[in-house]
């Protein structure tokens, strides 16, 4: 297949807020790939199967959200270390023999974006100020994740490569976090649950990731009593800002939207898919222009 007629695709549903095709199309752009494609496919997880086994082999690649992630697995062949680890994939490359291999970008996506944001790798410090930087005694309650989901799955991988030891969810259903024990173990974590009742009170911690769905976090935004600094990520970015980033900047933390998420985890998928080094300021371009409208 020439490299001139390839295609590419984010999977979910809902998906028509999604902005990775503005990421992707640029990068393709910029990098001179003329004849690829990067599109939106509303898909369901159970739909998901059939539709990646219909594939032609001008397929290359896949990004795939919510509510797919867990089941993307099921249709690889070959599965990376980190997706195996979480249980989850936001990727589906292609392989040269039709088959496809399933990876977790959004783990190195965190990891990269956190650690521009002050967050210090290896032992969960936080950079305070210039010169400056606070170290947390050993990491237990240095992180707080709410939401119990397949991106926290990808943030209890991303703490664990920060050097956290502990980390702490939140959630409505205790079920829902007693799925995450072997994604916990598998990491080398101690997890500890907490109940949504008790969420206002965790912003004590150094990092706190906010996984839930839209709206899902409001509630918070008037009761927790952010510490300055707390790095807030919430991963959400349409709308942006969430009520509960507004409230954290307010209190002067600093705050990681999912804006930056889709494009630190959208630069590794490019580059899985083209085998090309990303054109990581076109495609950041793009975005900021294609958010623009939204804000």
């Known amino acids: ?76 062949a070959e599965v990376s270390p980190v997706a195996a680890a979480v249980g989850a994939a936001n990727t589906l490359v292609r392989r040269p023999d039709g088959t496809w291999y399933a990876d977790n970008t959004d783990v190195s996506g965190m990891v990269d974006v956190l650690t521009t944001a002050g967050v210090r790798e290896g032992g969960l410090g936080v950079v305070s100020g210039v010169g400056e930087v606070g170290v947390v005694p050993g990491a237990g309650g240095a992180v707080t994740v709410l939401g119990a989901g397949g991106t926290a ?26 799925e995450l024990a072997p994604v916990a173990t598998a990491l080398g974590l101690t997890l500890t649950a907490v109940s949504w009742t008790d969420a206002a009170a965790l912003a004590d ?18 009761v927790v009593r952010w510490r300055p600094g707390t790095v807030l990520f919430d991963a959400i970015y349409d709308p ?30 490019f580059e899985q898919f083209t085998g090309v080094p990303a054109p990581r300021s076109a495609m950041a371009a793009a975005l900021t222009a294609a958010r623009a409208p939204r804000q």
Request: charged share 15%.
């Open 1 to 76: 297949m020439s490299v001139a007629a390839r295609r590419a695709a984010v999977l979910g549903k809902p998906i028509a807020h999604s902005l990775s095709p503005v990421i992707h199309n640029a990068g393709y752009a910029a990098a001179g790939l003329a004849g690829w494609s990067y599109t939106r496919i509303e898909c369901a997880a159970a739909e998901l199967p059939d539709l990646v086994a219909g594939l032609g082999p001008e397929w290359a690649g896949l990004s795939v959200t919510m509510p797919g992630k867990e089941v993307a697995l099921a249709v690889a």
């Open 153 to 178: 799955r990808a943030a209890l991988a991303a703490a664990a490569r920060l050097g956290a030891t502990e980390v702490s969810v939140v959630a409505r259903r205790t079920a829902a976090i007693d």
């Open 205 to 222: 911690a150094n990092l706190l990731i906010s996984t839930v769905p839209k709206g899902a976090a409001d509630e918070l935004a008037g």
């Open 240 to 269: 942006w800002p969430t009520p509960l980033a507004a409230s954290a900047a307010a209190a002067g933390c600093r705050v990681v939207s999912g804006l930056d998420l889709l494009l630190a985890q959208a630069v590794g998928q």
